[in-house]
């Protein structure tokens, strides 16, 4: 079973709307953290906002908030005002707790996200 | 500013041959990093866990006689194409964990390698 669900593979949206991208996740750990990177055609990974299991509050970070529903396992992003230079790959990923230290990254498809002029 | 850097940003070598890309902690230690693969339009794969003195983690499937990861310090892990052939042509990139205030255990990549076999 798929651990992290994106389920749309491309969005576009209009320049300065708000646009949310989806993500679903499937674990049975009780503390797990919530990640998002936005890929351009680059190929860097670049961190945008992060929440753990037990955060109460949604997180924010600037204009990238998650919309994190605990008992419905959703973990949408959302960017307000969308900018031109938004238009990337953006990815869910979830950390789960293993045994020992190390703490792997598991990622979604990813959902295209293009803004438009 | 950057956290994790990677090097280098794009490689092309010969069929047989081998190749090194480097992953390097900035100002922070770092026993655990990651490397991942991903082909074009695809989501990230992880390779293997690189462990700090120890042996690294390998993935189910991926062959660890090609894809020799060494982590000889804190701030440096390096992933070793060896007898590069072109279906090796991929994009690979590592990461490692950091620890903010802010954000937790926050996990950051480094730039990519471009890997062009020919």
């Known amino acids: 079973a798929q651990k992290i669900t994106q389920t749309q593979p491309g969005m576009f949206v209009q320049e300065k709307e708000a646009v949310t991208l989806d993500c679903t996740y499937d674990t049975s750990d009780q503390s797990y953290g919530l990640f998002w990177y936005k890929q351009p055609s680059s190929g860097e990974m670049i961190f945008l906002i992060y929440?753990?299991?037990?955060?109460?509050q949604n997180a924010t970070e600037g204009r990238y908030s998650l919309n994190f529903q605990k008992a419905r396992k959703s973990a949408n992003l959302v960017i307000s005002a969308s900018q031109l230079g938004d238009s990337a790959m953006y990815f869910c990923a979830m950390r789960e707790a293993l045994s020992g230290s190390a703490r792997q990254l598991t990622f979604g498809s990813g959902t295209q996200l293009t803004v438009l002029p | 500013g950057a956290v994790v850097s990677q090097h280098p940003s794009r490689v092309i070598c010969k069929s047989g041959t081998s190749v090194k890309i480097e992953c390097r902690s900035l100002?922070?230690?770092?026993?655990?990093m990651f490397w991942y693969r991903q082909f074009p339009k695809q989501s990230l794969m992880l390779m293997a866990t690189s462990n700090e003195g120890s042996k690294a983690t390998y993935e189910q499937g991926v062959e660890k006689d090609k894809f020799l990861i060494n982590h000889a310090s804190l701030t440096l892990s390096t992933l070793t194409v060896t007898s590069a052939h072109p279906e090796d042509s991929s994009f690979y990139i590592c990461?490692?964990?950091?620890?903010?205030?802010?954000?937790?255990?926050?996990?950051?990549f480094g730039e990519g390698s471009w890997l062009t076999v020919v």
């Open positions: 990461s490692a964990r950091v620890h903010r205030p802010s954000s937790g255990n926050t996990i950051y």
């Open positions: 929440q753990g299991s037990y955060d109460e």
């Open positions: 100002d922070f230690q770092a026993t655990t």
